[in-house]
């Protein structure tokens, strides 16, 4: 159609795509290069009781040292590597990276920590994900039940159809289940009560609007209700605030992740967390709020 109208629009069209096409071919090249010389890395984002302060869980979040671009975060490269499969070496790694570093923070008294871990559509539907995860976690030593998967409210209606049985091969393995950025996305109720589902993970944006906006409010307080009614935890995302987090304890949402607590930490921030620093952080420790 360009082409018929004028030549001008077509040649600046054509080269408008050419130039998204090559760089999207060079950042391919880059993630496949990215992937062979462990250029990727990890980060924690730690998970707090918000009632005592106590860490209760990580979410690992990956990250990339671009030679050219520096520090990426997960936005500008994961649909890449979903769309052209190269999210299988760079899930498989952050399963193996994530549960290699966990082993080095157990102690021999303490509760095992919770390690959360995301997967995506295609992670999700692999069909060979559990035996894979089975295989991951019997090498690092990591009891089942200390691993969460996380899979988000779309890749759920997404996969409408064989979610369920998806679910299911994962449960098998003992592990936990959450759906991330829960609220999102007008989850059927009916559908959700079917699902091995162990937590739901509130999205910042409720979590945010929650003590001003009424609307944000009312859908965190229907959520709350519906994971009691459900017999299924909570966790608020994105807390970033202290009346954020009074608001959530009234209502009776007891774990909270967010800037609020901390930003994901690498390694050795989450080794000190555990076990150098005696007290809570700094900010954590300046609350001060009656529980519900
Ligand atoms: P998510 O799983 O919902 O992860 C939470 C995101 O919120 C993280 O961004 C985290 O850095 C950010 N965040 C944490 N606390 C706060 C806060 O208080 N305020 C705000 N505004 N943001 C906060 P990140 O690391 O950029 O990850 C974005 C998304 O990328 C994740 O959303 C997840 O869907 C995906 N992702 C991240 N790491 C992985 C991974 O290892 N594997 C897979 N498959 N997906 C990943
Ligand atoms: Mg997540
Ligand atoms: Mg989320
Ligand atoms: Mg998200």
Aim: proline share 5%; with cysteine; glycine share 8%.
């Amino acid at each position: 159609e360009a082409k018929e109208a004028n030549g001008n629009t077509y040649r600046l069209f054509s080269r408008e795509m050419e130039r998204k096409l090559s760089q999207r071919l060079e950042m391919e090249t880059s993630l496949r290069l990215g992937l062979h010389r462990e250029e990727f890395f990890l980060l924690y984002q730690p998970q707090f009781d918000m009632r005592n302060q106590q860490l209760v869980g990580i979410e690992a979040l990956v990250r990339w040292n671009h030679p050219v671009r520096g520090l990426l975060t997960p936005e500008s490269f994961i649909d890449l590597a979903e769309e052209t499969g190269l999210i299988a070496p760079l899930g498989d790694w952050i399963l193996r990276e994530a549960c290699k570093q966990w082993q080095q923070w157990q102690k021999s008294d303490g509760q095992p920590l919770r390690l959360a871990i995301n997967l995506t559509n295609r992670q999700f539907q692999n069909a060979n994900l559990a035996k894979d995860i089975q295989a991951i976690i019997e090498e690092a030593g990591l009891p089942p039940q200390s691993l969460e998967l996380e899979v988000t409210e779309a890749t759920l209606m997404q996969n409408a159809s064989s979610a369920d049985k998806f679910l299911g091969q994962l449960k098998e393995l003992g592990v936990q289940l959450s759906i991330d950025d829960f609220g999102t996305g007008y989850f059927s109720l009916a559908y959700l009560q079917h699902l091995p589902i162990d937590r739901l993970k509130i999205d910042p944006s409720f979590v945010q609007g929650g003590p001003g906006d009424s609307n944000h409010a009312s859908i965190v307080t229907t959520i709350i209700d519906l994971a009691r009614n459900m017999d299924l935890e909570l966790i608020a995302e994105g807390v970033e605030s202290a009346s954020q987090i009074k608001f959530l304890l009234e209502k009776g949402c007891h774990l909270g992740q967010g800037y609020y607590f901390s930003e994901p930490l690498d390694g050795d921030g989450i080794g000190n967390l555990i076990n150098g620093l005696p007290e809570p952080p700094q900010k954590a420790r300046d609350l001060d709020f009656r529980l519900p």
